[in-house]
Nanobody, 127 residues
Framework: QLQLVESGGGLVQPGGSLRLSCSASWHILGDYSIGWFRQAPGKEREGVSCISRNGGSTKYADSVKGRFIISRDNAKNTVYLQMNSLNAEDTAVYYC????????????????????WGQGTQVTVSS
């Protein structure tokens, strides 16, 4: 069973940056497409950004375009989410998820297509 571990969350001031990491043990993360999702209290889960197995395709939610960058280093078995210009609306628990199945680019961030989920890391943007 693939186990994903997120790290890098924390408290940051508005306008600040954080970099989240998603790693896996005993599995080759390069065999999976990876997505970052988030859920704030009282809100539905949102697909933030997703990346294909080789990093050739990426997708972003409109709310984070131009501010967040997803990347992966398969040699380090890690996927990153660089988050810049953070604001209060970015406050949420962030989860990484993995899937083996292939999808169309427009479906890359559909949560129901992901089979394995991490435990999440809290991101709080506040002054």
């Amino acid at each position: 069973q693939l186990q994903l571990v997120e790290s890098g969350g924390g408290l940051v001031q508005p306008g600040g940056s954080l970099r989240l990491s998603c790693s896996a043990s005993w599995h080759i993360l390069g065999d999976y497409s990876i997505g970052w999702f988030r859920q704030a209290p009282g809100k539905e889960r949102e697909g933030v950004s997703c990346i294909s197995r080789n990093g050739g395709s990426t997708k972003y939610a409109d709310s984070v375009k131009g501010r967040f960058i997803i990347s992966r280093d398969n040699a380090k078995n890690t996927v990153y989410l660089q988050m810049n210009s953070l604001n209060a609306e970015d406050t949420a628990v962030y989860y990484c998820a993995a899937r083996r199945r292939m999808t169309l680019v427009q479906d890359m961030c559909k949560a129901e297509l992901y089979d394995n989920w991490g435990q999440g890391t809290q991101v709080t943007v506040s002054s």
